[in-house]
């Protein structure tokens, strides 16, 4: 079985500081692992996701995220945080399900607040 | 090109009434997945459809809950009898992927349930 866990529930940053958003995972095989953004009334929009190719990937808007197996993480970082970057955002893990489908396992969210 | 679509965004439902949400996927997906996001969580998967075969129905709470796909192409989940605990906002993801792929699922805004 596959579950995930956001550690920060609220991560609150100034404009221009970087953030970290952590996440650890727990998979029974090699997992997928994606981040998703939320913003208000708008729909889920794909950060980045790694699939078993390099371990730090790159993603829209300066996120980028390292998968660390040892460590079982998938941590979210922005060198310098934008006003624009508040949102809910969500680890998510991957695996075959029982219909041969790539159902999405979420964590339960952390918000990111950025002060001005 | 246009992306999912959700209708109806809002829904307020009595306890005990029946409620269908539909969903549009994108054009030319194959995949179509509902989840399920109350309150302060992560969506949770409830179900999933390759064209219009609905091959993992696991994650729907209980027997009032029921998909369908009949064209492969538009989705409609629907909640008979529904009680205060199926409040929570209904989000539904297109994919190209065929079973096992990993691919992105683009989600829609989602239908925001209450039921009084």
């Known amino acids: 079985a596959q579950s995930v866990t956001q550690l920060d529930s609220h991560v609150s940053v100034s404009e221009g500081t970087p953030v970290l958003l952590r996440c650890n995972y727990s998979?029974?095989?090699?997992?997928?692992l994606f981040w998703y953004v939320q913003h208000p009334n708008k729909g889920l929009q794909l950060l980045l996701k790694y699939t078993s190719a390099a371990t730090l990937v790159k993603g829209i808007n300066g996120f980028e995220a390292e998968f660390k197996k040892s460590e079982t993480s998938f941590h979210l970082t922005k060198p310098s945080a934008h006003m624009s970057d508040a949102a809910e955002y969500f680890c998510v893990v991957s695996e075959i399900s029982s219909g041969s489908a790539r159902q999405l396992t979420f964590g339960s969210g952390t918000q990111l607040t950025v002060l001005p | 090109g246009a992306g999912v679509s959700q209708s109806p965004r809002y829904k307020v439902a009595k306890r005990g009434q029946d409620v269908a949400l539909r969903c549009d996927p994108i054009s030319g997906h194959v995949s179509l997945f509902w989840y399920q996001q109350a309150l302060g969580q992560g969506p949770e998967f409830l179900t999933y459809f390759q064209n219009e075969a609905q091959l993992d129905k696991s994650g729907l709470p209980s027997d009032r809950f029921f998909a369908e796909r009949p064209e492969g192409s538009v989705s409609t989940l629907k909640i008979q009898r529904t009680q205060q605990e199926d409040s929570a906002v209904y989000l539904c993801?297109?994919?190209?992927?065929?079973?096992?792929?990993?691919?992105?699922?683009?989600f829609g805004p989602g239908t925001r349930l209450t039921v009084l």
């Open positions: 993801a297109s994919s190209l992927a065929l079973a096992g792929g990993v691919y992105e699922q683009f």
């Open positions: 998979s029974s095989y090699s997992p997928s």
